[in-house]
């Protein structure tokens, strides 16, 4: 039924299930995983199967409460998202007010808060006051990628459940039944997944993001011994991907990651397998040492773009230029 969308993820659907059929749920759930691994569709089905009419352990996908949630049009399924890079205070002062209502025609009043990790501070603050009292028809599911940016008396109050990376060839077995890709292919969007399937599905279903690995694979290449000019030139490629630009940076990150293992010798831990050759020609320019600072320089300016208001370009220019001094 509804929870078998959730690929992979056997231990956290027990879970799940287990709450659902003795009826004793928590008033507040934690669903931590990394972005990819299945969470935020377990939370929504999860959400669904609570006021499913039909079923007690899963939604049944059929009774008009499902499909209402289906429509995104249930009123006591009410989904909380960042408005930019955060989630606001202003935002949880509306769910403040909600709450004190009543369900409308459901046993419960469920509010997932997806990326819960960017709650700001005073937004945290605020929740937490609602999740030390809650209203016994409420029940608030959080969805969020790492405890590190949230408050530990929000964690305290909420029952944890972990979504783990999937296994490789789970995932490539999917692809090759769902979507009867070759075992080239396959593998290829596996190993570039790491364990997420829906980032597998994602790269399965636009092929430009196969197309942006390319683009940043030669943009990486063109780094070395470069001019000032030709870094600005880089930063600029790089805005292109201004939207989604921390999903852009993972793709440095796994091609110095792969040049990492081919100087270690395990070569059979490459993500970028097609560029084997290309990588151990590349790798000859590195130390393991100065290999291991590009991925600390390029996962510093991550975390930087994902929690602060920065000037974007500037960033990604400090970020080649530093780049473009190591190696020889």
């Given at each position: 039924?509804?929870?078998?969308?959730?690929?992979?993820?056997?231990?956290?659907?027990?879970?799940?299930?287990k709450?659902?059929?003795?009826?004793?749920?928590?008033?507040?759930?934690?669903?931590?995983?990394?972005?990819?691994?299945?969470?935020?569709?377990?939370?929504?089905?999860?959400?669904?199967?609570?006021?499913?009419?039909?079923?007690?352990?899963?939604?049944?996908?059929?009774?008009?409460?499902?499909?209402?949630?289906?429509?995104?049009?249930?009123?006591?399924?009410?989904?909380?998202?960042?408005?930019?890079?955060?989630?606001?205070?202003?935002?949880?002062?509306?769910?403040?007010?909600?709450?004190?209502?009543?369900?409308?025609?459901?046993?419960?009043?469920?509010?997932?808060?997806?990326?819960?990790?960017?709650?700001?501070?005073?937004?945290?603050?605020s929740?937490?006051?609602?999740?030390?009292?809650?209203?016994?028809?409420?029940?608030?599911?959080?969805?969020?990628?790492?405890?590190?940016?949230?408050?530990?008396?929000?964690?305290?109050?909420?029952?944890?459940?972990?979504?783990?990376?999937?296994?490789?060839?789970?995932?490539?077995?999917?692809?090759?039944?769902?979507?009867?890709?070759?075992?080239?292919?396959?593998?290829?969007?596996?190993?570039?997944?790491?364990?997420?399937?829906?980032?597998?599905?994602?790269?399965?279903?636009d092929?430009?993001?196969?197309?942006?690995?390319?683009?940043?694979?030669?943009?990486?290449?063109?780094?070395?011994?470069?001019?000032?000019?030709?870094?600005?030139?880089?930063?600029?490629?790089?805005?292109?991907?201004?939207?989604?630009?921390?999903q852009?940076?993972?793709?440095?990150?796994?091609?110095?990651?792969?040049?990492?293992?081919?100087?270690?010798?395990?070569l059979?831990s490459?993500?970028?397998?097609?560029y084997?050759d290309?990588?151990?020609?590349?790798?000859?320019?590195?130390?393991?040492?100065?290999?291991?600072?590009?991925?600390?320089?390029?996962?510093?300016?991550?975390?930087?773009?994902?929690?602060?208001?920065?000037?974007?370009?500037?960033?990604?220019?400090?970020?080649?230029?530093?780049?473009s001094?190591?190696?020889?």
């Amino acid at each position: 039924m509804a929870f078998n969308k959730v690929i992979g993820q056997n231990l956290a659907i027990t879970i799940l299930r287990k709450q659902l059929e003795s009826d004793r749920l928590s008033h507040a759930y934690l669903f931590l995983g990394e972005q990819g691994v299945g969470k935020d569709i377990a939370a929504f089905e999860f959400a669904k199967a609570i006021n499913c009419q039909e079923k007690n352990t899963d939604a049944c996908d059929q009774c008009i409460s499902c499909r209402k949630a289906d429509n995104q049009n249930h009123p006591d399924i009410i989904e909380i998202k960042p408005d930019g890079k955060w989630i606001k205070i202003d935002q949880i002062r509306q769910l403040q007010r909600e709450i004190l209502y009543k369900p409308y025609e459901s046993r419960w009043k469920i509010y997932l808060i997806h990326q819960a990790d960017c709650l700001n501070l005073e937004a945290a603050n605020s929740l937490l006051k609602i999740l030390e009292e809650p209203p016994r028809y409420a029940i608030i599911i959080l969805v969020l990628d790492s405890i590190e940016n949230i408050l530990p008396t929000i964690l305290s109050r909420c029952q944890l459940v972990r979504f783990r990376l999937l296994p490789d060839e789970l995932i490539k077995q999917e692809l090759i039944s769902n979507y009867k890709l070759s075992m080239e292919k396959s593998q290829l969007i596996t190993s570039l997944a790491a364990g997420r399937y829906k980032t597998a599905v994602q790269l399965v279903e636009d092929e430009e993001r196969l197309a942006e690995r390319e683009e940043m694979i030669e943009l990486i290449l063109s780094l070395k011994n470069s001019e000032q000019v030709i870094v600005f030139e880089s930063a600029e490629r790089l805005l292109e991907y201004a939207a989604k630009i921390s999903q852009t940076l993972e793709l440095f990150l796994l091609w110095y990651r792969d040049l990492l293992l081919v100087k270690l010798n395990q070569l059979e831990s490459l993500v970028n397998a097609d560029y084997r050759d290309k990588l151990t020609e590349e790798a000859e320019r590195y130390s393991v040492e100065e290999i291991e600072e590009i991925i600390r320089i390029v996962q510093n300016t991550n975390n930087v773009i994902k929690k602060y208001n920065v000037n974007l370009q500037l960033t990604l220019e400090v970020m080649l230029l530093k780049l473009s001094k190591l190696g020889r």
